[in-house]
């Protein structure tokens, strides 16, 4: 049995890939995804969701679903921080081994939230199913071929057995041990296995009022027996999570920790021998820090956990991977629109394994801080959570106007309209409508002038045009949206008739401070760089 051929197949049905096939979804792009589980997560597993996760959320239309799951205001735990103390009963004593900065109100028009994944992946699922993705759970995907048009997948499920699936693409957002990148024969680099722990979710009433309130994102006790026992209720409510570690090279496993067990590792962390605890669920697991060698081989692409792979230490995982999802879905888009070149969708790969590298590299220098490995030029080479969330830079061919010497992360956050950045944040004011700059992003290319970027804006229409590429223009002032607390141009290091070029990801392409001589061809250039064409289209000149 053969399905009709599709845009785009997707394996895996976790935040990743539920995010690809509603950020295509919303596109207009018809997916089908295909996930092993019986249905979404029962796990509050990845509970923080960082401001670009919600810009994102925000673009596609979604974010007050997702908002709307916050119980209360989560925002205190995240300042709170990373805290260590002897036992849950010293919290006064407690000290704190990290206050990242997440979010600002002259960073990000959102802020950061705990949520479940139990909770969110539900919403993300009945969003991707209302803008037609075909979700198949208890499907798994078996094998793949793929030819110069598109990828033959073969899927089984307990009701039709096996049966194949015809894709222009495929997506494998499916794990760390993803068969999709087995099946490609594509190697991973990095230190590989760092720890192993076992996450306990748990109940325990007491618990709360021995905390005294006190809002944190992990708190750490050192009284664990053998081990370093990490605590979070991040995403708002019961149950508890608790991480200790164990060591197989000492000849433990997950077996080694019956309930029993687990309880008293709670109790001793606690200092309190007579605590009630329930032991909810126990799922072991690998901190790991691996690479893929390569996010895209052919029609194939990698994503999430699939692609880059490393310890929870930042909450980067969940959320890195949602950004892989966004960025290769509008360019997926534009691919199968025709009003990309061939090289766009290579830029997913040289722009996404750079971050995904040094995401990896940042969990694991916060991993060895926590567990006491760090030496000073670990500790000198953290940057902070707000840059390497929001602050990372792009280098590819898509960024025509980029620095190839600039950093993906730079030592403190920069985000005024250079290259290769997210563009700045500004509050407009559009006929009445309070927006942000970052909501003016999604479906097509923008050019953001000056109020004397008139010739901008007449050549923006004419180049569109001749290109054929999605092109809009909007002058920021006078006429156009108004700035209304802080200056435009002078955030994004213009002039009055200077102008940016920016991505449907709301990336930079290019920057002119001022008025060029001849802005149509200056902006022609550009864009056909940014849409993946090495050369003005023949057609267009």
């Not at 499907?139 to 997948?153: C, H, I, K, P």
């Not at 508890?240 to 309880?263: H, I, M």
């Not at 010497?405 to 290769?420: K, M, Q, Y």
Request: proline letters at 6%.
């Amino acid at each position: 049995m053969n399905d009709v051929t599709i845009p785009v197949l997707i394996a895996g049905g976790g935040p990743v890939g539920l995010s690809t096939a509603l950020f295509l979804g919303r596109h207009g792009i018809r997916t089908i995804l295909v996930e092993k589980r019986d249905g979404t997560s029962l796990l509050p597993r990845a509970p923080g969701l960082q401001a670009r996760t919600m810009e994102l959320f925000r673009a596609a239309g979604f974010h007050h679903d997702v908002r709307a799951l916050e119980l209360g205001d989560s925002h205190p735990y995240f300042e709170g921080g990373i805290i260590q103390t002897t036992t849950f009963s010293a919290i006064d004593d407690a000290v704190t081994l990290e206050a990242p900065s997440l979010d600002g109100p002259r960073v990000s028009p959102e802020r950061v939230m705990g949520c479940g994944q139990d909770r969110y992946e539900q919403v993300l699922s009945a969003k991707a199913g209302e803008l037609g993705c075909d979700v198949r759970f208890s499907t798994r995907l078996r094998s793949f071929t793929q030819d110069e048009d598109g990828v033959t997948a073969v899927v089984e499920d307990g009701e039709r057995g096996r049966y194949s699936i015809r894709a222009r693409y495929l997506v494998g957002a499916d794990g760390g041990n993803s068969l999709t990148r087995r099946t490609l024969g594509v190697a991973r680099y990095g230190r590989g296995t760092v720890f192993n722990a076992l996450s306990i979710y748990f109940r325990a009433p007491e618990l709360e009022s021995i905390l005294k309130d006190r809002k944190f994102i992990l708190c750490y006790a050192t009284a664990a027996p053998g081990t370093l026992m990490g605590l979070s209720r991040l995403h708002g409510c019961d149950p508890w999570l608790a991480a200790p570690l164990y060591f197989p090279e000492k000849g433990e496993s997950p077996d080694d920790f019956p309930d029993e067990r687990c309880v008293d590792i709670i109790r001793t962390a606690t200092g309190r021998d007579d605590l009630d605890v329930e032991v909810v669920w126990k799922v072991p697991w690998e901190g790991a820090q691996l690479v893929a060698e390569r996010f895209r081989d052919g029609r194939v692409f990698l994503a999430g956990d699939a692609a880059h792979l490393h310890p929870p230490a930042g909450g980067f995982g969940a959320n890195t991977g949602i950004h892989d999802a966004h960025n290769l879905a509008w360019k997926l888009t534009a691919t199968l629109r025709g009003w990309a070149g061939p090289e766009l969708l290579d830029t997913y790969d040289a722009e996404r394994r750079r971050v995904g590298e040094a995401m990896a590299e940042q969990a694991m220098i916060r991993n060895r801080i926590r567990h006491g490995h760090a030496d000073d030029a670990t500790r000198a080479a953290m940057v902070d959570d707000i840059i390497i969330t929001l602050g990372y830079r792009y280098q590819s061919s898509a960024i025509p106007g980029g620095d190839p010497a600039a950093p993906v992360l730079s030592p403190t956050l920069e985000l005024s309209g250079e290259p290769g950045t997210r563009a700045p944040h500004v509050w407009l004011d559009s006929g009445g409508e309070r927006i942000s700059t970052i909501d003016l992003f999604w479906d097509r290319y923008v050019l953001l002038a000056g109020p004397d970027g008139g010739p901008w804006a007449d050549g923006a229409e004419r180049v569109a045009r001749q290109l054929g590429i999605p092109l809009r223009a909007e002058i920021i002032g006078g006429a156009g949206p108004r700035p209304t607390e802080w200056a435009f141009t002078q955030t994004c290091g213009l002039t009055e008739s200077g102008a940016l070029l920016v991505r449907p990801d709301a990336f930079v392409a290019a920057r002119w401070p001022a008025l060029v001589a001849d802005p149509d061809a200056a902006l022609s250039s550009a864009l056909a760089s940014a849409a993946g064409f090495q050369t003005v289209p023949e057609g267009a000149r």
